[in-house]
């Protein structure tokens, strides 16, 4: 019975040490502060409510959150590229991040639409089913048909300016946009024109 009393009181302490060295759990996003601070660092380029009035700067408004998050802390410790970005997200902690990422979340975003009537047909075949003989998945099994993506997942694309979208591409295909592999090796095998297709038919999603 000592044996055994003794087997378990070490068991309980080896848990309890366990317990106290395991990380602290992130505290849970402020959405009063995320959005003070969103209006300090953010607003200027990417509107008052996350609604960019910028082609070439996204919209942020209703994206998953966990996204935001990870693209704000992959500026901050430099897997992703952007001298802009990368000094305004060294001034946030993971939590002013948080914060902010999900206070955006909350944000109702505007549509858009698209405008390459020339284009948006072939902009539709590569968004739903893909190029198989070249090796290009549809956009939609990730992103979802209506552009609402994945949460935590993958990122909300509908109504994103195309011109924004199709920096991005290029960027993921020329490798200066490093921070997806499977975006990298999706757009390597897009022409230009296939690129400004598929990013005018997102701007137009609902």
Not at 52 to 70: C, D, F, G, I, M
Request: proline fraction near 5%; aromatic fraction near 8%; glycine fraction near 8%.
């Amino acid at each position: 019975m000592k044996s055994l009393a003794a087997f378990l009181m070490t068991a309980v302490l080896a848990a309890s040490a366990s317990a106290a060295d395991a990380p602290a759990a992130p505290a849970k996003p402020d959405l009063a502060k995320g959005s003070a601070s969103y209006g300090t660092v953010c607003a200027a380029c990417h509107g008052a409510d996350g609604n960019s009035t910028v082609p070439l700067q996204p919209n942020l408004a209703q994206q998953h959150p966990e996204y935001l998050l990870k693209q704000l802390l992959d500026f901050k410790n430099g897997t992703r590229k952007d001298a802009i970005m990368q000094g305004f997200a060294a001034t946030l902690s993971e939590q002013d991040a948080r914060n902010i990422s999900w206070w955006l979340a909350s944000q109702k975003e505007k549509p858009g639409f698209a405008k390459e009537k020339d284009l948006v047909m072939l902009g539709e075949k590569i968004y739903r089913g893909g190029m198989q003989d070249r090796h290009i998945p549809a956009c939609a099994g990730c992103h979802s048909p209506n552009g609402a993506g994945i949460p935590s997942q993958y990122p909300r694309l509908s109504g994103q300016y195309a011109d924004y979208t199709a920096k991005q591409l290029a960027g993921f295909r020329d490798g200066s946009r490093g921070n997806s592999a499977t975006m990298h090796d999706i757009t390597r095998y897009m022409t230009d024109r296939e690129i400004k297709a598929v990013s005018d038919y997102i701007a137009g999603l609902r």
